[in-house]
């Protein structure tokens, strides 16, 4: 995600006379709001059947300063959490290149048996996406924005 502030021109200057450190602390501060912000949306928007994906999506405090970024993420723990993102098969999203298989069997290694071990053979059928990481970006770009622009404008209140 990028958020640009040349549009502020003023707030930009002040922004690169400010010294590297402080930079730094608002980005991170921000980030990290953002974050937990992004985990909360694809909570609200992922699929549920039992509850578990939901459980495992982690603002992880992920945050990472670039050259010419910060960069952040969250992250969908569930094995199959990729799977409702973008769907399987030829009911997948079109976006992304699906199988036109009409099932197949795959090697589940968290598969528990009848007699207590794990690992074993499924079938795999086709099933529609139900995106709830992209959407918890995109969709709140603005909330995003508001975040940044927020803590920025918190440093340089008179």
Do not use: C
């Amino acid at each position: 995600m990028t958020i640009d502030v040349s549009e502020m021109e003023g707030l930009k200057r002040k922004f690169e006379r400010m010294s590297g450190k402080a930079v730094e602390a608002i980005e991170r501060k921000s980030a990290l709001k953002i974050n937990l912000a992004m985990a909360g949306h694809a909570k609200e928007r992922a699929h549920v059947q039992t509850g578990n994906m939901r459980n495992m999506i982690d603002s992880n405090g992920f945050v990472e300063r670039g050259p010419e970024s910060v960069n952040m993420g969250i992250t969908a723990h569930a094995s199959y959490s990729i799977f409702e993102e973008y769907g399987t098969g030829y009911k997948g999203d079109p976006e992304v290149p699906h199988t036109s298989k009409k099932s197949w069997i795959y090697y589940d290694p968290a598969m528990k048996n009848a007699d207590g071990t794990y690992g074993g053979f499924r079938f795999g059928f086709p099933r529609e996406a139900h995106p709830f990481m992209r959407p918890a970006l995109y969709d709140h770009l603005d909330e995003y924005k508001s975040i940044l622009a927020g803590d920025v404008l918190e440093v340089f209140h008179d």
